[in-house]
């Protein structure tokens, strides 16, 4: 299949060095901020989740949010070109034992993170640094030839993507031994589709159970990651392990959990969550 026909010109750009490409991520913040891309929705979620957030603090966490968003599409692009060497040494794990020792016990697991910081990296090197096959569901996009380029880029260094309409299929029916799957936790589900609300800064909030369904039907261990953008296009992943054995844990507990992993990360560095997503739109 061909690919869009401005693939050869992202693939250009992504052999600029770093300084000239976050050159350009800062033309791409201060256009995203005079133009307001979705200026009304990220001030409103963050005037949600922190109603006592004074108009400087919200002017600072707009503003760090367009500088993420930029950092994220010229990391992206780059993503095209960057050697697994180049990739590890900006995205390192720490407290790796913890998913080394499930590894040697030969245990599946359910890595659950939100979109924060770069999650695309973070996805896109995760086979790079932990010893299971990894795997990670995504939402296919309508245009065939982006949809490609989509998984190719993201596949690069080993990561295997299924379809999330394939998501059950595939996971009940898996014959690899100790899968890793990377599951991003924190979308709205369709309005039709809310069959839970957890309590997400002081919000009920519709949230996906898929994570805590899977992680028992095919005895997961769930691990939460912590990421952090420690300076400019360098993160560290930090896996924290939630329950080692979710078929024991009651309904609802293991979701509960990895949802308020998530509030903490937010609540460090607010202007590294997706704020533009219309997260409490079904609230």
């Given at each position: 299949m061909k690919l869009p026909w401005w693939s050869p010109i992202t693939k250009g750009l992504s052999y600029l060095p770093f300084p000239i490409l976050y050159g350009l991520a800062n033309i791409i913040a201060f256009s995203l901020r005079i133009f307001g891309y979705r200026k009304q929705v990220i001030e409103q979620n963050l005037l949600r989740a922190f109603p006592k957030m004074s108009k400087n603090q919200l002017h600072v966490h707009t503003v760090g949010f367009y500088r993420n968003v930029a950092d994220i599409m010229v990391e992206s692009i780059k993503s095209l070109s960057i050697s697994p060497v180049a990739l590890r040494k900006r995205v390192v794990m720490k407290n790796t034992e913890v998913l080394d020792r499930l590894h040697r016990e030969k245990r599946g697991v359910m890595l659950v993170m939100g979109h924060y910081a770069n999650f695309e990296w973070v996805a896109l090197a995760m086979p790079l640094l932990v010893p299971h096959p990894t795997f990670a569901v995504y939402g296919r996009i309508k245009n065939p030839k982006v949809n490609q380029w989509v998984v190719n880029l993201r596949e690069r260094f080993g990561l295997t993507l299924f379809q999330m309409k394939d998501t059950y299929d595939v996971m009940l029916n898996q014959t690899v031994e100790a899968p890793l799957?990377?599951?991003m936790a924190d979308q709205a589900p369709h309005k039709g589709k809310?069959?839970?609300r957890a309590p997400f800064f002081g919000i009920d909030t519709p949230t996906h159970l898929g994570a805590e369904n899977l992680a028992k039907k095919c005895n997961l261990a769930v691990v939460f990651i912590h990421v952090?953008?420690?300076?400019?296009?360098?993160?560290?992943?930090?896996?924290?392990?939630?329950f080692e054995h979710p078929q024991d844990i009651?309904?609802?507990?293991?979701t509960n959990a990895h949802v308020e992993?998530?509030?903490?990360?937010?609540r460090k560095k607010p202007s590294d969550w997706l704020w533009s997503h219309k997260r409490w739109k079904n609230k």
């Open positions: 799957y990377v599951f809310i069959k839970y952090d953008r420690y300076k400019r296009g360098h993160y560290t992943i930090t896996p924290k392990l939630l009651e309904k609802y507990k293991i992993e998530l509030e903490t990360q937010i």
